[in-house]
């Protein structure tokens, strides 16, 4: 019955579908025309019984509650994305704390790093800078599993002042049977200008680019 309808429907709409771009998917629109076209063709010795009519009208209403759904995750998408804009807009200027290992050089001055061992330990920090050249070596010492302050004076290992620029720093640990321990590292530093792309904020600082999901904390 359903194919007899839609064959009346294609012939009768033939002329106007060679002017239309052709649809992918069935809209709330096209799905009522069928039914209504499938009511007014149906075989008056046959006619549709009511649990086959309930059924598509159940399938009518199942699209039309997508179709309000998608519009609402929609609008609740676009609504996101704006905050998170306006959120990332709004942390211009202010310090934040974030994932990662990332260090700068900002007239002489070293941004802030921290680095957290997973139990107690023989910690060694290594500096490189951007073409990921040794800078520096330190010997942190043994240190327990509190989060550590990194202390680096900005100069190399040779005692000679580094230029401005972006650093990054890598811990390693050991325990007291040498084997190896795991380390979590974070940075502060001082949101720059705030960037857009594919939806996605993304905050520029003095070390690194990061998203909002990285912060830890705002510090100031």
């Known amino acids: 019955m359903l194919a007899s309808a839609l064959s009346t429907v294609t012939d009768a709409s033939s002329q106007a579908a060679q ?3 052709k649809k992918n998917t069935l809209t ?3 799905f009522l025309n069928l039914f209504v076209t499938q ?3 149906q075989n008056p010795l046959e006619p ?3 649990n086959q009519m309930a059924t598509q009208m159940v399938q009518f209403g199942s699209l039309e509650a997508l179709n309000s759904m998608n519009k609402i995750l929609g609008n609740i998408a676009d609504y996101q994305a ?5 959120q990332g807009v709004g942390l211009i200027g202010k310090k934040v704390e974030a994932v990662g290992n990332g260090l700068s050089i900002e007239n002489g001055k070293v941004s802030e790093g921290y680095y957290q061992l997973s139990k107690s330990g023989k910690a ?3 500096i490189y800078d951007a073409q990921g050249r040794l800078v520096r070596t330190i010997e942190a010492g043994s240190k327990d599993g509190s989060k550590q302050k990194l202390v680096w004076d900005g100069k190399n290992q040779q005692g000679v002042t580094q230029p401005n620029g972006v650093y990054f720093f890598q811990v390693t640990a050991l325990d007291e049977k040498g084997q190896s321990i795991p380390v979590t590292s974070s940075l502060i530093d001082t949101v720059k200008s705030v960037s857009f792309e594919n939806g996605i904020v993304y905050l520029n600082l003095g ?5 909002l999901s990285d912060i830890l904390s705002i510090q100031s």
Do not use: G, V
């Open 19 to 21: 002017k239309e771009k």
């Open 28 to 30: 709330q629109e096209d």
């Open 39 to 41: 009511m007014r063709y």
């Open 48 to 50: 549709i019984d009511n």
């Open 82 to 86: 704006s905050m998170n804009n306006l």
């Open 124 to 126: 060694t920090i290594q």
């Open 207 to 211: 070390s690194r680019r990061i998203t």
